[in-house]
Nanobody, 125 residues
Framework: QVQLVESGGGLVQAGGSLRLSCAAS????????IAWFRQAPGKEREGVSC?????????YAEDSMNGRFTISTNDAKNTVYLQLTNLKPADTAKYYC?????????????????WGQGTQVTVSA
């Protein structure tokens, strides 16, 4: 049974950092792509970053592309991380990890089959 459990969210001041974790069970990270999405109140779920064995890390959002958010894996722990740095109030959202074999080129949240329960990130000004 595929299960994803996120952790590491919290309340942080602007400019601070957090490391989110996505512990996967029921499959190996080699089998699926893992993506991080986030959803702020009243907004659509948006992709942040993705990683897979075939593609490596794939930044979805500008913040991932400019290095403010970094995705990585620990295969021994079957865990995917999202390092968030220089956080801004606009980053406040619930962050979810998702798994599927659709591949990191698929940015549409609805296409991803497996989801965790999410972890809340709140950034104060």
């Amino acid at each position: 049974q595929v299960q994803l459990v996120e952790s590491g969210g919290g309340l942080v001041q602007a400019g601070g950092s957090l490391r989110l974790s996505c512990a996967a069970s029921g499959f190996n990270l080699d089998d699926y792509a893992i993506a991080w999405f986030r959803q702020a109140p009243g907004k659509e779920r948006e992709g942040v970053s993705c990683i897979s064995t075939s593609s490596g890390p794939v930044p979805y959002a500008e913040d991932s592309m400019n290095g403010r958010f970094t995705i990585s894996t620990n295969d021994a722990k079957n865990t995917v991380y999202l390092q968030l740095t220089n956080l801004k109030p606009a980053d406040t959202a619930k962050y979810y990890c998702a798994a599927d074999n659709v591949g990191c080129h698929v940015l549409v949240a609805a296409a991803w089959a497996y989801w965790g329960q999410g972890t809340q990130v709140t950034v104060s000004a």
